[in-house]
């Protein structure tokens, strides 16, 4: 079982930043993550990704983000962060990590492949 666990979140002013931090752990082994996404969901709306990043560093932004947030990764400590950069109102919402990860209980069983969400953490930006 491999847990995706989110940090940095808080309330802002319009204006301002926040990074955020996602890192994958196990007690076991974690053999490779592939792309490591942003999703963000506001009341009443949607879930809806905001930025990935491939495992060689390949970026995606939503439109609604280029240019203010900036998604980068940490292959050794199985980590992704979301700089988020002149804030808006609209960008309220809880923002949640997603991962495909290989794991295993051990290096010496079979891995499976498996998709993982963390549990959310919120961003309120104020006017």
């Known amino acids: 079982q491999v847990q995706l666990v989110e940090s940095g979140g808080g309330l802002v002013q319009a204006g301002g930043s926040l990074r955020l931090s996602c890192g994958a752990s196990t007690s076991g082994v974690i053999f490779a993550i592939g792309t490591m996404n942003w999703y963000r969901q506001a009341p009443g709306n949607q879930r809806e990704l905001v930025a990935a990043?491939?495992?060689?560093?390949?970026?995606v932004y939503a439109d609604s983000v280029k240019g203010r947030f900036t998604i980068s990764r940490d292959n050794a400590k199985n980590t992704v962060y979301l700089q988020m950069n002149s804030l808006k109102p609209e960008d309220t919402a809880v923002y949640y990590c997603?991962?495909?990860?290989?794991?295993?209980?051990?290096?010496?069983?079979?891995?499976?492949?498996?998709?993982?969400w963390g549990q959310g953490t919120q961003v309120t930006v104020s006017s």
């Open positions: 997603n991962a495909i990860v290989t794991a295993a209980g051990s290096r010496w069983q079979v891995p499976s492949t498996v998709n993982y």
């Open positions: 990043i491939t495992s060689d560093g390949s970026t």
